[in-house]
């Protein structure tokens, strides 16, 4: 399946689960969820995994994407050869509280991004 395809329908899933957002909240966890999947997709070998958790109280989402790969996002550059993209960490720390990364238990990942409302 085709990147593009794979993003828009976790941003049509995503809108649905968390529709009792503000419409600007909510355009910021897509457009946070959407960059750190893409760097999954277009950076990463093998399948990702998100999870997306809602906070009442405080009123924050938080997007977490687990993957193989231990190699660190960078900031403000792309990873890819011949490639002017390399901005998405840098619209994520951005508009997020927080992001970082964790270690995963067996090898690979975690970057993780909390959005308040």
């Known amino acids: 399946m085709h990147p593009g395809v794979v993003v828009s329908a976790l941003r049509r899933e995503l809108t649905a689960a968390l529709e009792g957002l503000g419409e600007d909240h909510l355009y ?10 893409s760097n999954v997709v277009d950076h990463m070998p093998g399948a990702g995994r998100l999870r997306v958790l809602l906070s009442q109280v405080p009123c924050a989402v938080t997007i977490e994407v ?15 050869p011949n490639d002017n993209r390399g901005r998405g960490m840098v619209v994520v720390d951005n508009l997020a509280d927080t992001w970082r990364t964790r270690p995963r238990t067996g090898g690979g990942k975690t970057v993780f991004a909390s959005v308040s409302c």
């Not at 687990?66 to 890819?80: C, E, I, K, M, N």
């Open 66 to 80: 687990d993957h193989d790969s231990a190699t660190q996002p960078v900031y403000g550059r792309s990873r890819l």
């Open 28 to 37: 910021d966890v897509l457009l946070v969820m959407t960059e750190l999947v």
